[in-house]
């Protein structure tokens, strides 16, 4: 999956639930994003209110957010593109920019609304032993 996108960036109706939440609460979808881009090092709550003070007096400075966290999923699964495309699409269409994002995460096996912390819980809940080693340990 990594070299492009796994849907457009009008490709919402692929996903209507996070199209709608991205429409109506953008702060939550880009909070849940950058939850789990930064490894659950600052909750998708502080995320979300940083975008969300950001881009309510200044929309210039949601966009730049946005796309700083755009750049990190791009650069993280080596998804083509540059920084002047990320910023442009976070500029220009920044609710579709959040919305591929969040299907973007999805599409590579995250729960989005598990937050990171979930996410860690739900793989590792699977792994009950350490592998076996085939052979045995030799020297």
């Known amino acids: 999956m990594s070299g492009s996108w796994s849907t457009g960036l009008c ?9 709608c939440l991205t429409y ?3 702060c939550v979808s880009f909070g849940r ?3 789990i881009l930064d490894k659950g ?3 998708c709550c502080l995320h979300g209110s940083l975008f969300y003070l950001l881009a309510g007096f200044t929309v210039v400075g949601g966009c730049i957010y946005a796309c700083l966290y755009r750049e990190k999923l791009r650069e993280m699964y ?3 593109g ?3 495309t990320d910023c442009l699409v976070s500029s220009c269409c920044l609710h ?3 919305c591929q994002n969040y299907r973007e995460l999805k599409a590579r096996g995250f729960d989005i609304s598990a937050g990171w912390e979930g996410n860690v819980e739900m793989h590792t809940r699977s792994v009950t032993s350490a592998p076996g080693v085939q052979g045995g340990m030799n020297r």
């Open 24 to 26: 109506c609460c953008p």
């Open 11 to 19: 490709d919402c109706f692929s996903d209507c639930d996070s199209c």
């Open 78 to 80: 080596g998804i083509e």
């Open 33 to 35: 994003v950058a939850e």
């Open 41 to 43: 090092e600052i909750s």
């Open 82 to 84: 540059d920084n002047c």
């Open 96 to 98: 579709l920019s959040i």
